[in-house]
């Protein structure tokens, strides 16, 4: 069983910074993709950043040249850096693995528990 865990959510004024760290636990054979999500009250979930095992990365447009994913494979660890932030940011962010636990296994979707993001003065 895989287990994400993310970290790093909190309360900052409009134009701070955060850093979000999402650690996986558990057997992972290979790893699609990695992205973070988020879901503001009475909205959709939206794809936020993901980045491939090849280090292609995709930003939604609202977050381009604020926000930057990146991933560290030794700690099996996905971070979304979020500068400039805005009030419009705020939402319960989640991190995502698309990814394999074994050899002849599909590759499924792995869910954080989320964590709370609010931008405000």
């Known amino acids: 069983q895989v287990q994400l865990v993310e970290s790093g959510g909190g309360l900052v004024q409009p134009g701070g910074s955060l850093t979000l760290s999402c650690l996986a636990s558990?057997?992972?054979?290979?790893?699609?993709?990695m992205g973070w999500y988020r879901q503001a009250p009475g909205k959709q979930r939206e794809l936020v950043a993901s980045?491939?095992?090849?280090?292609?990365?995709n930003y939604v447009d609202s977050v381009k040249g604020r926000f930057t994913i990146s991933r560290d494979n030794a700690k099996n660890t996905v971070y979304l850096q979020m500068n400039s932030l805005k009030p419009e940011d705020t939402a319960v962010y989640y991190c995502?693995?698309?990814?394999?636990?074994?050899?002849?296994?599909?590759?499924?979707?792995?869910w954080g528990q989320g964590t709370q993001v609010t931008v405000s003065s």
């Open positions: 995502n693995w698309v990814l394999s636990t074994a050899m002849r296994s599909l590759a499924i979707n792995y």
């Open positions: 558990g057997r992972i054979f290979r790893i699609n993709t």
């Open positions: 980045i491939t095992t090849g280090g292609s990365t």
